[in-house]
């Protein structure tokens, strides 16, 4: 199946810094991307879609000034968590869509946690 | 109340056993998802469908459309299988998550 990659898998930051999460589409070309958010034992909250080469739609919630989307290609997005705060800490998994294969598949990267002292 | 729903939220077993998922939905949807989520983090999509059933290994599938409801079976579960389920819908080409299932199987 189609391999989606995350770095860093884990990230310790200082409170104030920014860190930059990326993920890719190792095998195939994804148009569209998601980026998730998830809290401990609770399910994923999507915070931004991207399509390659126009600006992300955030979510509802969801500071695009703070939580800074970028897909320049068709196998690389990142998020940049700019200023961050402890309260930015958690686990953010992306995902990736083929949309070329005319299915709604979807696939996961192995997620990067983020811990902001 | 959640568009997506998920029974039970914990589930215990003993090697060997039948288990069953549940998953029902309010929302229109164009496919609905299957994924697992192991105590690392990284999620695997197992199953991907609109109709009928599917099966995979010790994994089936199935949904039914009309009353919006989906199930995912494990047969002969293994300590392997321990992790959370996600149920996951499709509605206007976003994904909507279940609040999970953890399954902790026991040797």
């Known amino acids: 199946g189609a391999v989606v990659s995350q770095h860093p898998s884990r990230v310790i930051c200082k409170s104030g810094t920014s860190v930059k999460i990326e993920c890719r589409s190792l095998?195939?070309?994804?148009?569209?991307m998601f980026w998730y958010r998830q809290f401990p034992k609770q399910s994923l909250m999507l915070m931004a879609t991207s399509n390659e080469g126009s600006k992300a739609t955030y979510e509802q919630g969801v500071e695009k000034d703070k939580f800074l989307i970028n897909h320049a290609s068709l196998t690389l997005s990142t998020l940049t968590v700019t200023s961050a705060h402890p309260e930015d800490s958690s686990f953010y998994i992306c995902?990736?869509?083929?949309?070329?294969?005319?299915?709604?598949?979807?696939?996961f990267g192995p997620g990067t946690r983020l811990t902001v002292t | 109340k959640n568009e997506v729903e998920q029974s039970p939220q914990n589930l215990t077993a003993q090697e060997g056993e039948f288990i069953t998922i549940n998953c029902s939905y309010s929302?229109?949807?164009?496919?609905l998802h299957w994924l697992q989520q192991h105590p690392g983090g990284g999620i695997v999509s197992l199953f991907m469908?609109?109709?009928g059933k599917k099966k995979h290994g010790r994994l089936i599938a199935t949904i039914n459309i009309q009353e919006k409801h989906s199930s995912l079976h494990i047969t002969a579960s293994h300590p392997r299988d321990s992790a959370v389920y996600i149920c996951?819908?499709?509605?206007?080409?976003?994904?909507?998550f279940g609040t999970g299932t953890r399954l902790q199987v026991f040797p």
């Open positions: 929302v229109g949807i164009s496919a």
């Open positions: 095998d195939f070309q994804a148009t569209t």
């Open positions: 996951a819908v499709y509605n206007t080409d976003k994904l909507i």
């Open positions: 995902s990736a869509r083929d949309w070329t294969s005319g299915n709604y598949e979807q696939y």
């Open positions: 469908l609109s109709s």
